[in-house]
């Protein structure tokens, strides 16, 4: 009778070390995706306004809200106009009771 006992130990070896490579190049590009997306948010976004542009600190907001309390859905550039833009960002300080509150030129800035 022939032992073939250490050739399955071998194959099995074999396919798990075969699975555990699979399993660390898919965690790796994984995190990869994952470290790319997080870098897709620009630090500061300049939007334009007849009466002065307003520079929004995206990195500041990251650090003392979550993405969800201004994103609907999954993270993306906001389009905002003139009401929107009120509604969004003036009625959260407003609510907070927090950063520009008094004027226009609080936010919007002429050069």
């Known amino acids: 009778m022939v032992d073939n006992s250490a050739?399955?130990?071998?194959?099995?070896?074999?396919?798990?070390?075969?699975?555990?490579?699979?399993?660390?190049?898919?965690?790796?590009?994984?995190?990869?995706?994952?470290?790319?997306?997080?870098?897709?948010?620009?630090?500061?976004?300049?939007?334009?306004?007849?009466?002065?542009?307003?520079?929004?600190?995206h990195v500041n907001h990251r650090r003392n809200f979550t993405c969800s309390d201004c994103h609907n859905g999954p993270p993306r550039f906001i389009e905002l106009d003139h009401d929107s833009a009120h509604k969004l960002c003036l009625g959260c300080h407003r609510k907070l009771g927090v950063g520009p509150l008094k004027h226009c030129s609080d936010c919007h800035k002429k050069e």
């Open 7 to 57: 050739a399955f130990i071998y194959k099995t070896n074999a396919a798990n070390r075969t699975n555990g490579e699979d399993m660390t190049k898919k965690i790796l590009m994984l995190s990869l995706a994952i470290a790319s997306l997080a870098g897709i948010a620009e630090a500061a976004y300049t939007f334009k306004a007849y009466n002065g542009d307003i520079t929004f600190d």
